[in-house]
C-alpha cells in the first residue's frame, strides 16, 4: 500500500533514479498511483510523491481520459513560446485537505520520450494541460516542486496556506 507524500517531507526533494528493469512490482505500483490519482481527483502522480525515489509516473489527459503510464519520461524539446496557467498539486494542500492553486508560466508545449509499462518505446508532442502535467511531473523526479517556480512572494502565500493544514 502506497502512501502520499506531502510537502515538507524530504523524500519529493530528492533526484529519483532511472529504473533498470520494468518489475511485476512497478507494473503493480503504477497501476496502483492510477487509482490514487484517480480517487484524489488529480490528473497526475509521480513515484516521489509515493515515496519511491525511481523515474516514473502516471497522468491523465482530462479532456480524452487518456492515461499514461511513463517509465523514464525525457522531456527532449520544448517551445518557446510560454503559457501561464494554474497548478495544483496532491502534495502540496491547504487547510481543507485540497491541492493550493497557484499560476506558474512554463513552455506551452513539449516533446516527451518514455518507455510505457510493456517496456515500449514512446514519444508524443503534448500541448495545452497534458503538456502542463507532464512538465509538472517530470519535474518531480528531479525533486522540483511547482511552488519553485513562483516569486518568492506567491511562494510564500501558497506555504502560508500549507502551513495552516490541520
Ligand atoms: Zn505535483
Same mark, same amino acid.
Given at each position: 500500500?502506497?502512501?502520499?507524500?506531502?510537502?515538507?517531507?524530504?523524500?519529493?526533494?530528492?533526484?529519483?533514479?532511472?529504473?533498470?528493469?520494468?518489475?511485476?512490482?512497478?507494473?503493480? !505500483?503504477?497501476?496502483?498511483?492510477?487509482?490514487?490519482?484517480?480517487?484524489?481527483?488529480?490528473?497526475?502522480?509521480?513515484?516521489?510523491?509515493?515515496?519511491?525515489?525511481?523515474?516514473?509516473?502516471?497522468?491523465?489527459?482530462? /479532456?480524452?481520459?487518456?492515461?499514461?503510464? !511513463?517509465?523514464?519520461?525525457?522531456?527532449?524539446?520544448?517551445? /518557446?513560446?510560454?503559457?501561464?496557467?494554474?497548478?495544483?498539486?496532491?502534495?502540496?494542500?491547504?487547510?481543507?485537505?485540497?491541492?493550493?492553486?497557484?499560476?506558474?508560466?512554463?513552455?506551452?508545449?513539449?516533446?516527451?520520450?518514455?518507455? /510505457?509499462?510493456?517496456?515500449?518505446?514512446?514519444?508524443?508532442? !503534448?500541448?495545452?494541460?497534458?503538456?502542463?502535467?507532464?512538465?509538472?511531473?517530470?519535474?518531480?523526479?528531479?525533486?522540483?516542486?511547482?511552488?519553485?517556480?513562483?516569486?518568492?512572494?506567491?511562494?510564500?502565500?501558497? !506555504?502560508?496556506?500549507?502551513?495552516?493544514?490541520?
Amino acid at each position: 500500500m502506497l502512501q502520499m507524500k506531502l510537502c515538507g517531507d524530504l523524500v519529493l526533494r530528492q533526484k529519483c533514479d532511472a529504473v533498470a528493469d520494468i518489475t511485476p512490482e512497478l507494473q503493480g !505500483m503504477l497501476n496502483e498511483m492510477v487509482e490514487m490519482m484517480r480517487a484524489q481527483n488529480g490528473v497526475g502522480l509521480a513515484a516521489p510523491q509515493v515515496g519511491v525515489l525511481q523515474r516514473f509516473l502516471v497522468m491523465m489527459d482530462p /479532456d480524452t481520459e487518456t492515461v499514461y503510464k !511513463m517509465i523514464n519520461p525525457r522531456i527532449v524539446s520544448h517551445s /518557446d513560446k510560454t503559457v501561464n496557467m494554474e497548478e495544483g498539486c496532491l502534495s502540496v494542500l491547504g487547510p481543507d485537505n485540497l491541492p493550493v492553486f497557484a499560476h506558474v508560466t512554463r513552455p506551452a508545449s513539449v516533446v516527451v520520450e518514455w518507455t /510505457d509499462e510493456t517496456g515500449a518505446a514512446c514519444a508524443a508532442e !503534448m500541448s495545452g494541460v497534458p503538456a502542463r502535467i507532464v512538465q509538472h511531473e517530470t519535474d518531480h523526479l528531479d525533486g522540483i516542486l511547482f511552488i519553485d517556480h513562483l516569486a518568492a512572494v506567491r511562494r510564500e502565500m501558497v !506555504m502560508r496556506k500549507v502551513r495552516k493544514r490541520k
